[in-house]
């Protein structure tokens, strides 16, 4: 079957838009999505466009040090994000890691927040491997300028992008993950599902919701509450390797840093909620 598709060239934050999706053996190019129509950006355009500067960042959270990079503002990169029919940037990574990063939080760059930048890696000068690793975070890599500055969490750094991509919110697009009606006003259930909105759901489903097969669902067939206990979970949480490991494990643990006792809490108290199970005795 032939299929024919017309591509408009266009300007974009200073970039060329380099046409169609890459083919294997081409450039390394971020293909951004706003409905129906796919733009795509060459790395070697990115490097050469006049919105580039050099930023360092000073805690990477990725490489876990001070970095460097070429990078872009992402929010010139976007252009307009004022749409009501979206309000979520769905970034998705080469390894199935796939982040909801809030479109609000982004703009907060403009208004005095943390600024949002896609580093480029220049395959004239590769990063490094990324810690126990054999890749770099690149080519294109989700950073943040002053990320304390509007409570960034890790998981919003994503790494090895190869899109982004204008959505609604994940409650609005998996009813699944909203909280049941008579625990809407509960605040630390509420707290708990902004938790793993933001550092679960970018490698978990949960009841079918989301978007990434990275790890196993936490909702179905049983949720994680009621196959482990309350010891059980808080351990793989922040230290997956003390509870079980593999070979091919993947998922790393998250500290007092990225998660707070309190964010823990919160998030053990929205798995249960979600489940029926209501709080801990």
Same mark, same amino acid.
């Given at each position: ?106 703009? @907060?760059?403009? +208004?005095? /927040?943390?600024? *949002?930048?896609? !580093?480029?890696?220049? #395959? =004239?000068?590769?990063?490094? $491997? ?42 609005? @697009?998996?009813? +699944?993950? /909203?909280?049941? *009606?008579?625990? !809407?006003?509960?605040? #630390? =259930?509420?707290?708990?599902? $902004? ?42 949480? @922040? ?43």
């Amino acid at each position: 079957m032939r299929i024919r598709i017309v591509w408009v060239i266009a300007i974009l934050a200073g970039g060329v838009w380099a046409g169609p999706p890459a083919t294997a053996g081409s450039h390394p190019a971020l293909v951004i999505h706003r409905g129906t129509e796919p733009r795509q950006f060459e790395a070697t355009a990115l490097l050469r466009s006049p919105d580039a500067t050099t930023l360092t960042v000073v805690h990477d959270v990725s490489y876990r040090r001070a970095m460097t990079y070429r990078a872009v503002p992402l929010l010139k990169l976007l252009g307009d994000i004022d749409n009501p029919e979206f309000d979520t940037l769905e970034a998705r990574a080469n390894d199935g890691f796939i982040a909801q990063i809030p479109l609000a939080l982004i703009a @907060r760059g403009a +208004q005095g /927040g943390a600024v *949002a930048w896609l !580093a480029i890696e220049d #395959a =004239a000068h590769p990063w490094p $491997a990324l810690p126990s690793r054999t890749t770099s975070a690149g080519p294109f890599y989700l950073v943040w300028d002053h990320p304390e500055a509007s409570k960034v969490r890790s998981e919003q750094w994503p790494h090895g992008l190869v899109s982004l991509r204008f959505v609604a919110s994940p409650v609005h @697009r998996w009813p +699944q993950l /909203g909280l049941p *009606a008579d625990h !809407a006003s509960d605040a #630390a =259930a509420r707290s708990g599902q $902004a938790v793993f909105l933001s550092l679960c759901l970018p490698c978990h489903r949960f009841n079918g919701g989301g978007a990434s097969d990275t790890g196993p669902d936490l909702g179905q067939p049983m949720s994680a509450t009621q196959y482990m206990t309350d010891t059980g979970l808080r351990a793989l949480i @922040r230290n997956p390797r003390s509870v079980r490991s593999w070979p091919g494990q993947r998922m790393e643990g998250f500290g007092q840093q990225t998660l707070p006792d309190a964010d823990l809490d919160d998030l053990l108290i929205y798995l249960r909620v979600m489940t029926g199970a209501g709080h801990p005795n």
